[in-house]
């Protein structure tokens, strides 16, 4: 099966059942003032689509697609920072210094815990008109 996204980049594939995936994705919403994340979760019709190698099967994890590719945990998050851009480009830059593993070791601390701290997404608060066109099926 071929990659038959739509034409936009970067997307955020979310766990549409976390909380913490929610308020992170409204995060995203009140700081990428540029718009240039679209959106979509990971049980969704989009990320089904998605055919590339290292696509995670499994929901305990964010992945990021974008003009480079493929990114996981860590990975997925430095360039979150890097496409909400501003001051958070810096931070995100800086976490490169940490190892890949030490990273993603604290990403899987934190993915491991987040149903338990954060609690399901029961009720999403639904995007606003104008940014409604940035969430995919």
Same mark, same amino acid.
């Given at each position: ?15 549409? /059942? ?11 919403? +009140?700081? +990428? #003032?540029?718009?240039? &994340?679209?959106?979509?979760? =990971?049980?969704? /019709?989009?990320? $089904?689509? &998605? ?6 099967? +499994? =929901?305990?994890? *964010?992945? =990021?697609?974008? *003009? +480079?590719?493929?990114? *996981? ?6 360039? *979150? &920072? ?6 958070? #480009? ?21 993915? #491991?815990?987040? =149903? @338990? ?7 999403? #608060? &639904?995007? $606003?008109? @104008? ?7």
């Amino acid at each position: 099966m071929p990659t038959t996204l739509p034409n936009v980049a970067p997307i955020l594939f979310y766990d549409g /059942e976390c909380g913490l995936c929610a308020k992170s994705v409204q995060w995203c919403l +009140d700081h +990428d #003032r540029r718009g240039v &994340l679209a959106f979509a979760p =990971l049980q969704g /019709e989009t990320y $089904a689509r &998605l055919d590339v190698a290292g696509r995670p099967k +499994d =929901l305990d994890t *964010v992945v =990021l697609w974008d *003009v +480079d590719g493929l990114h *996981v945990r860590g990975d997925a998050v430095l360039r *979150v &920072l890097r496409h909400v851009g501003g001051g958070w #480009r810096v931070l995100g830059a800086c976490g490169r210094v940490v190892p890949r593993f030490a990273r993603d070791a604290a990403y899987d601390f934190v993915a #491991r815990r987040r =149903l @338990a701290w954060f609690g399901g997404a029961d009720s999403c #608060r &639904l995007p $606003a008109a @104008a940014t409604r066109t940035r969430f995919l099926p």
